[in-house]
């Protein structure tokens, strides 16, 4: 006779939830290791935001490292967990990891010249190959690896590695501002929970754990970070049936479309909501300048008014809408 089952929490969500705590433990720590040693010295990954203000962007690495974390440790917060589970929680981890190695690659030896498929792609036509070409096709062969690893049939892999590189894509398009990006994986972590899958669990997790250090403007995710979540969300997805991946692959493909001519910043400047969500958290932003109250040595570019290199982004910061 089995035993009657206890009042309590139900052990899928507490699972969940000891995934997203590991997850969240695992990218604090990182974050603080990697501050105390980041790898090739504090310059490397310093940039300034729009305050002029200095930030890391040691918060993708770090993120991205809890969130793997979380991933491989998953089965064993869930009761039989079979090879099917464990396979599931390495293709998370394969997405997250390929994502946040191109991303980084893409974060430190970028230029920032050429921005979105359009740019990348036309300078592969001139015979250019740029990082963010490279990240392009790095992240292709990462979904693929994913979608490998998780299984199936050959046309659930070439759906799923389209879902994998396109979500580590599109992610990547929202990290403009503070705590942007990691309320949009909030955001897609609560859709896809409802399927039954834990998987977004980890990157959940990290990006939560993390997001005081974005919205206050000390840190930002960067390609390797946005990247990471994107594809491990993606790879998340690949539980869902198949009829509801095409239409998140078909979701995706139209919003990367889309930011190609539509600045989704000003969408959700002019939409109430949004706007509402976007600003939660943030740092009032400075009051404007006038021209008049500033002396004409001290204007961007001087009297012709043309914005310097810093003033344009080129010191790193957050990247232009179409940026990869």
């Not at 035993?3 to 939830?17: N, W």
């Not at 603080?32 to 310059?43: D, Q, T």
């Not at 992240?139 to 590695?161: E, M, Q, R, Y």
Request: aromatic share 4%.
């Amino acid at each position: 006779m089995s035993e009657p089952r206890r009042p309590g929490i139900p052990r899928g969500l507490a699972g969940y939830a000891v995934t997203g705590a590991t997850a969240a433990g695992a990218a604090r720590l990182a974050y603080a290791v990697l501050n105390r040693r980041p790898p090739g010295g504090i310059k490397t990954w310093s940039r300034s935001n729009h305050r002029g203000e200095p930030l890391t962007l040691l918060e993708g690495p770090a993120v991205a490292a809890g969130a793997i974390a979380g991933a491989l440790c998953q089965p064993l917060y869930r009761p039989l967990a079979g090879p099917a589970s464990w396979r599931a929680s390495a293709a998370i981890a394969v997405g997250g990891a390929g994502a946040a190695v191109f991303g980084a690659y893409d974060d430190l030896a970028g230029s920032g010249d050429r921005r979105g498929f359009r740019g990348h792609l036309g300078a592969l036509r001139h015979g250019e190959v740029t990082t963010g070409a490279v990240k392009i096709g790095g992240i292709g062969l990462t979904g693929l690896a994913s979608a490998v690893t998780a299984g199936g049939p050959p046309a659930d892999v070439a759906l799923n590695a389209a879902l994998v590189a396109g979500a580590a894509n599109l992610l990547n398009l929202f990290d403009l501002r503070p705590g942007r990006a990691i309320k949009v994986a909030i955001v897609c972590a609560a859709l896809l929970s409802p399927g039954g899958s834990a998987g977004p669990a980890a990157p959940l997790g990290a990006g939560v754990g993390l997001l005081g250090e974005d919205l206050g403007e000390r840190a930002m995710l960067g390609d390797a970070g946005a990247n990471a979540l994107g594809a491990m969300l993606g790879a998340s997805a690949t539980s869902l049936p198949r009829p509801a991946r095409i239409a998140a692959l078909a979701g995706i493909a139209g919003l990367t479309a889309a930011s190609e001519k539509v600045s989704f910043t000003r969408v959700i400047a002019r939409t109430p909501v949004l706007n509402w969500l976007d600003m939660l958290g943030r740092r009032p932003s400075p009051p404007p300048i006038s021209a008049a109250s500033v002396p004409a040595q001290r204007r961007p570019g001087g009297p012709g008014g043309m914005a310097s290199p810093q003033e344009r982004g080129a010191s790193g910061g957050r990247p232009p809408e179409s940026a990869p």
